[in-house]
């Protein structure tokens, strides 16, 4: 090869590389995280994240189809992304890296860590603008998604908990499924009634406290604790009922023996292969979704709910989560996202999802209207609502979360005292709230 | 004399010369480097910086949406104080204490099964290597299910000769075990490794083993295990570095929460939560910092004892 063609070719290769280098920059920032504005088709294009599958994709589909027909300039682009309850990383890595989706489906509880971090937009204005206020929802639903008095979140589902029993299985033991059990000494013979036991496994448990949504939140509240103290700004884990609650957790686990118990647990499905719908658990405390599983997988199921046992037998209790969609920081199309955020918080969107998830609306007049107030068992879960407490809406949600949950696993696995494992989860959650402040 | 005349005279008649080897900046050196300027920019950006930030922020309350206040060596002296740092410490060295030794011998043990002049022996490395292939989190599902107290096939063999199994994952004492267990599924490298090694020994040895009427266990103990130690050595280091790092499995198992009662709360677990989920990444850096110390020290030891146990050939 001549020196004139082989320096030709060396110069082609290079400039080649070179050029693939530079166009493998530019497309990488349009296929990144939300379109600047113009995308396909003059539209502005949303990208929204979120968790859902089955159930609840249906309901978001058909949320999405009723805005995109009413606002043909937008066009949502819905994005499944494995978050959860747990803080999204996912999301926490978009926002820090500048391209965050415009919206995202999020927990409610999380709300007060993420604002206080900075990392979700301030949607007051726009709330204030559209006409939306506190007013519009369930009082808890909003101070949950409101942080230092700015909105930062349109809350969407809500839910409450209670005690689901099986009624055949009660007449089978001599229980009266009518009669379901009210204070916390009827709920432990109860369960030791439907509890069959052979040699260490077992075929059917009568109920286990921590299962479901059974937890520390749960009992702390129906035995009368408190979590946090508004006028300290303080964490109050050790709180003496919230202590009594976890100390008849343990003695509830050594009873049973906590090994058995997690040999049952973890041998157990979801969807159809759910212990209770199975008949293999008797009693477990749950949310109104349990209700549309049963109504999909087994709806010949004889069931009852109640408001969840209390050591004396009135007072009932019970607390609320939830979803909302927020604005990650930096988000790139805000009116268009909140176009979406105010449609899905709208009677109108909330009805279109809450009727084919029945889950609850966070309005009122939706619930009302899809009937959940008289269904004989949905009805028990919204008539609970106006005395439902809400996780504490603070900086730390999530390592109150963790402390929580690890002071049951602590507790029935014998590692200290329930109030040696209270005290010391309430330091560390304030000091950890002292250093946010 | 005559040798110092001579030399005078070599330089006397030697033309002045500018050796141009003395200069740094002389062409092929310039070429060179410019070859080798795109890994170098590489490194730096995504190596050495990240590296010199992390050391930052483990002195910082850096939480990757905020960047924090220095802070000092404030980090360090909570995590000392922190009681789950030093249960995942205990995790992770309890799982590389017993994981490591194990892992060697049996893959030594595999690899001197799989050297054996058999019929059909390369069909049966590769049974033995694929487990390597499946993706840990993949590994993770299929030994929950495995495992699983009520109706894992694991339980059900062990129920056909009448032990009753135990809770597994969900016992205290033996969800450590069970990982242990799940990771030497995967010693098909390691063996892969060892036969390679085993290649690498000279039949002569064996011959003159023979020769002198040495028998199956002699010619192991003897001859295969000290020439294999270089091998050894190198899957010891690899194997502690990597049985340090323990992160994919114990997470994916436990869903993050290291149950039952952070008995699987492995280091790297426990430092991705700081991070990425208590908003502490500052805190987080600071543990990856000690994981640097605490590894590298232990190589360190490694290396200096090496030269007690490791028999290089031709040395």
């Known amino acids: 090869m001549s020196k004139s063609v082989k320096k030709f070719g060396q110069l082609m290769v290079i400039s080649i590389l070179a050029l693939s280098l530079f166009l493998a920059g530019c497309s990488k920032d349009q296929a990144s995280g939300g379109n600047k504005g113009g995308g396909k088709d003059g539209k502005t294009e949303v990208t929204f994240w979120h968790g859902m599958t089955d159930i609840t994709l249906n309901g978001l589909e058909e949320v999405i189809k009723e805005f995109e027909a009413k606002n043909p300039d937008i066009k949502i682009k819905a994005v499944y992304s494995a978050g959860g309850t747990d803080t999204d990383e996912k999301l926490l890595t978009a926002i820090a890296g500048g391209n965050p989706p415009d919206i995202t489906y999020f927990d409610r509880f999380n709300i007060g860590s993420w604002a206080s971090q900075g990392s979700l937009e301030d949607i007051s204005e726009y709330a204030a603008n559209s006409g939306i206020t506190q007013d519009s929802y369930y009082p808890f639903a909003w101070e949950e998604a409101s942080y230092k008095g700015k909105l930062y979140g349109i809350p969407t589902t809500t839910d409450s908990r209670l005690l689901f029993y099986n009624k055949d299985l009660f007449t089978e033991v001599g229980l009266d499924p009518e009669n379901p059990p009210k204070t916390i000494d009827e709920l432990t013979a109860a369960a030791e009634k439907l509890t069959i036991k052979d040699g260490n496994r077992f075929k059917r448990i009568g109920f286990i406290p921590w299962y479901g949504q059974g937890q520390l939140y749960t009992w702390g509240w129906v035995f009368g604790g408190e979590f946090y103290d508004k006028s300290t700004d303080k964490v109050t884990l050790n709180d003496p009922k919230i202590v009594e609650a976890l100390q008849w957790l343990t003695d509830y686990a050594n009873k049973y023996n906590i090994e058995n118990i997690a040999s049952f647990t973890d041998s157990q499905g979801s969807g159809d292969m759910d212990p209770f719908l199975t008949g293999q658990l008797a009693m477990q405390i749950s949310g109104p979704w349990t209700v549309s599983s049963i109504q999909k997988y087994k709806p010949d199921l004889n069931y009852g709910v109640t408001p969840i046992p209390t050591p004396t037998g009135t007072d009932f209790q019970t607390w609320s989560g939830g979803w909302s969609i927020v604005m990650p920081k930096g988000a790139k199309n805000k009116d268009a996202a909140w176009k979406f955020m105010e449609f899905f918080g709208s009677p109108e969107g909330q009805k279109i999802f809450s009727g084919i998830v029945r889950d609850f609306s966070v309005i009122e007049s939706v619930n009302a209207d899809l009937g959940f107030t008289e269904d004989p068992i949905l009805k028990e879960f919204t008539a609970i609502l106006p005395v439902s407490h809400y996780r504490p809406v603070i900086p730390e949600g999530n390592l109150l979360w963790n402390e929580q949950t690890a002071a049951v696993e602590k507790a029935t696995r014998g590692k200290g005292t329930p109030q040696e494992i209270l005290d010391e989860a309430t330091d560390k959650v304030n000091k950890a709230l002292e250093k946010k402040q | ?315």
């Open chain 2, 1 to 315: 004399m005559r040798v110092a005349q001579l030399t005078k005279s070599a330089t006397d008649t030697q033309p002045l010369v500018l050796t141009k080897k003395s200069s740094f900046f002389n062409k092929s050196n310039i070429t060179g480097w410019l070859f080798a300027l795109p890994w170098i920019i590489g490194l730096i950006i995504f190596y050495v910086f990240p590296l010199g930030s992390s050391i930052y922020f483990s002195f910082t309350t850096y939480s990757i949406l905020q960047p924090g206040e220095f802070v000092g060596l404030d980090n360090y002296k909570e995590l000392f104080k922190d009681k789950i740092f030093w249960i995942s410490i205990y995790n992770t060295v309890y799982f590389a204490v017993f994981f490591v030794p194990l892992s060697i011998i049996f893959g030594v043990s595999l690899a001197m099964l799989l050297n054996m002049k058999v019929k059909g022996m390369a069909l049966y490395r590769t049974i033995f290597f694929l487990p390597t292939l499946v993706p840990h989190v993949a590994l993770a599902v299929l030994w929950m299910w495995l495992l699983n107290p009520g109706f894992g096939l694991v339980n059900g063999m062990l129920d056909m000769i009448g032990i009753q199994g135990p809770a597994w994952l969900g016992s205290e004492t033996w969800s450590k075990p069970s990982l242990i267990l799940m990771s030497l599924w995967g010693i098909g490298q390691a063996v892969i490794i060892y036969l390679a090694g085993f290649g690498d020994i000279p039949e002569e040895f064996y011959e003159a083993a023979e020769v002198d009427g040495a028998n199956w266990f002699q010619k192991t103990f003897y001859v295969t295990l000290p020439l294999l130690t270089p091998v050894i050595f190198f899957n010891l280091v690899m194997g502690t570095i990597g049985a340090f790092q323990q992160f994919t499995l114990p997470y994916t198992m436990t869903n993050g929460q290291g149950t039952p009662a952070n008995s699987l709360t492995f280091y790297v677990m426990y430092l991705y939560d700081n991070g990425f989920k208590f908003f502490k990444m500052g805190y987080a850096s600071a543990m990856a910092w000690i994981l640097f110390v605490i590894i590298m020290a232990l190589t360190a030891v490694i290396f200096l004892t090496s030269k007690r146990w490791v028999h290089y050939q031709g040395k």
